[in-house]
């Protein structure tokens, strides 16, 4: 059976979702961050990075949120959660799923973690690490934004809802806290959220992880 090593409001509410999505049996193991499970010997022999998500099917052990939802989709081709392979809409999938794990998220992580970057002891620093992130973070979701508006349909690759969308929502879900310019304020975003809300999916993963309102 398919394991989802996870912890809530994490990168692994992406493939949480897609397995909801799909209807796949599958185990729930949390990685409790707040006893640093995921520094510990069992989990980096999954997981050598120490972060989450980790899925694994059998003697399949797999890392990387947008590996885990390539995997996902390709081993279920019938689900449409990801356009033909070789298709032109496959490819603009492909730039939207890089995009969204190698810009919108490592900017994000630069947000939440900006002492990272700085001298040990920098406050100052990591102050102005952050706020310059918050400010690439707002035009980031803008491009989203723009993108919904362009092709006017309900979805992030328009009429057809895929993989990515569980992305955008995990990603837009992590400014709901924003002072400056979460992502529900937007103007397609914050119906495209809503929308997301309302799938069952998505509902059944919150619940599972045990989330409260506000939800973005």
């Known amino acids: 059976m398919i394991q989802l090593y996870y912890y ?31 520094k510990t ?25 947008a590996a885990i939802c390539l995997h996902l989709c390709d ?9 033909a392979v070789g298709s032109t809409e496959r490819a603009h999938f492909y730039k939207w799923l890089m995009w969204l794990t190698n810009t919108l ?18 406050r100052a620093g990591a102050a102005e690490v952050q706020h310059h992130a918050e400010i690439r973070i707002n035009n980031l979701l803008k491009q989203l934004d723009n993108e919904l508006a362009g092709h006017g349909g309900p979805w992030l ?33 914050g119906p495209y959220l809503q929308r997301m809300l309302a799938r069952p999916s998505v ?3 919150l619940a599972n992880e045990g989330l409260s309102p506000p939800f973005v």
Not at 13 to 20: G, K, W
Not at 105 to 122: C, D, H, K, M, S
Request: charged residues 20%; hydrophobic residues 40%.
């Open 8 to 38: 809530p409001s994490t990168a692994s509410m992406v493939p949480h979702i897609l397995l909801e999505e799909l209807g796949l049996p599958y185990e729930r193991v949390l990685v409790d961050r707040k006893q640093d499970v995921q």
């Open 41 to 65: 010997t069992a989990y980096l022999k999954l997981n050598p990075n120490g972060l989450i998500p980790v899925l694994t099917d059998g003697d399949l052990v797999l890392y990387e949120t």
């Open 75 to 83: 081993a279920h081709p019938g689900s449409g959660l990801a356009p």
């Open 105 to 122: 998220q490592a900017t994000l992580i630069v947000y939440f973690y900006p002492e990272r970057w700085v001298n040990a002891g920098n």
């Open 157 to 189: 690759l328009g009429e057809v809802y895929s993989a990515l969308d569980p992305y955008v929502f995990t990603l837009c879900r992590w400014t709901r806290n924003f002072v400056f310019s979460p992502a529900r304020d937007k103007r397609q975003l």
């Open 203 to 205: 509902q059944r993963a």
